[in-house]
Nanobody, 121 residues
Framework: QVQFVESGGGLVQPGGSLRLSCVAS????????MGWYRQVPGKQRELVAT???????TYADSVKGRFTISRDNAKNTVYLQMNSLKPEDTAVYYC???????????????WGQGNQVTVSS
């Protein structure tokens, strides 16, 4: 079983910063891409940012210019640096790996358990 350890969430004031991290443990044959999603109660989960193996990145318009995604391929880790945080950024943040768990199976989407980010005065 592939497991994820997420950290870095918490309570922060508007305008503050947080850095989320997510590390995958267990056997993974290939990781093709990593990403971050977030979800607010009563709403659908939305994409925040993604990064490929060649470090190409994609961002949601709502976070562009404020958030930065990065990865360490050797450590199977993805990060999300969040600056200039706003109350509307409050959500549960989930890491996501597009990966091939073993040579015998194809690529699939793997999810972390999520961690809470609260932006409030």
């Amino acid at each position: 079983q592939v497991q994820f350890v997420e950290s870095g969430g918490g309570l922060v004031q508007p305008g503050g910063s947080l850095r989320l991290s997510c590390v995958a443990s267990g056997s993974i044959f290939t990781i093709y891409a990593m990403g971050w999603y977030r979800q607010v109660p009563g709403k659908q989960r939305e994409l925040v940012a993604t990064i490929t193996r060649d470090y190409s990145t994609t961002y949601a318009d709502s976070v562009k210019g404020r958030f930065t995604i990065s990865r360490d391929n050797a450590k199977n880790t993805v990060y999300l640096q969040m600056n200039s945080l706003k109350p509307e950024d409050t959500a549960v943040y989930y890491c996501n790996f597009k990966a091939r768990p073993a040579v015998s199976v194809g690529a699939t989407s793997l999810w972390g358990q999520g961690n809470q980010v609260t932006v409030s005065s």
